[in-house]
């Protein structure tokens, strides 16, 4: 038994005298991984994917729109759609150095924050604004101009 309190003792001692050498936890934010860390930081987005992610959901909001101006949707399945939306918007990873990622961040900006289980209404003239208005825009001449083949797909109604 004492030749046991004797190893543990030597260990805390020797864990205390030479302190933690454990590195910090990685940033998740931009994937974990560093160029100091010996390994190759995560590549921004491109154009391509930066589009693509936010036609997914301009088609979202503007079919269920459709469908929600036909009388389709009931309870509040258009709010909880358009929370939705803005969160996957501001979910969408950005590279400012870009174009398309510049416009995008800017409309990243103006949506309402709709993280943390904010169960509010968006506001209706700002979901119409950054999908279909002065706030899509930029965004999709951006993409347009980016792009050989982009755009948004209609699948309910007409």
């Known amino acids: 038994m004492g030749t046991i309190r004797a190893a543990v ?3 805390f001692t020797l864990l205390a005298l030479t302190g933690c050498t454990a590195a910090a936890a990685p940033d998740i934010k931009d994937g974990g991984q560093s160029e100091a ?3 190759a930081a995560l590549a921004p987005p491109t154009d391509e994917e930066m589009c693509w992610d936010y036609a997914d959901v301009v088609t979202l909001v503007g ?10 949707l009931i309870g509040n399945e ?6 939705l939306a ?4 501001d979910n969408i990873d950005v590279d400012t150095t870009t174009d398309v990622g510049a416009a995008l961040a800017a409309q990243q900006d103006s949506i ?20 279909s208005g002065p706030a899509n825009d930029p965004v999709q001449a951006a993409c347009y101009a980016s792009l050989t083949e982009w755009g948004v797909e209609g699948w309910v109604g007409g």
């Open 86 to 89: 803005a969160r996957m918007v």
């Open 78 to 83: 258009w709010d909880g759609i358009t929370r």
């Open 37 to 39: 860390d010996g390994v």
């Open 112 to 131: 309402q924050d709709a993280h943390g289980g904010a169960m509010s209404r968006p506001d209706q003239e700002l979901i119409d604004a950054w999908t």
């Open 9 to 11: 003792a030597t260990a």
């Open 63 to 72: 079919n269920m729109k459709s469908a929600n101006n036909e009388g389709r």
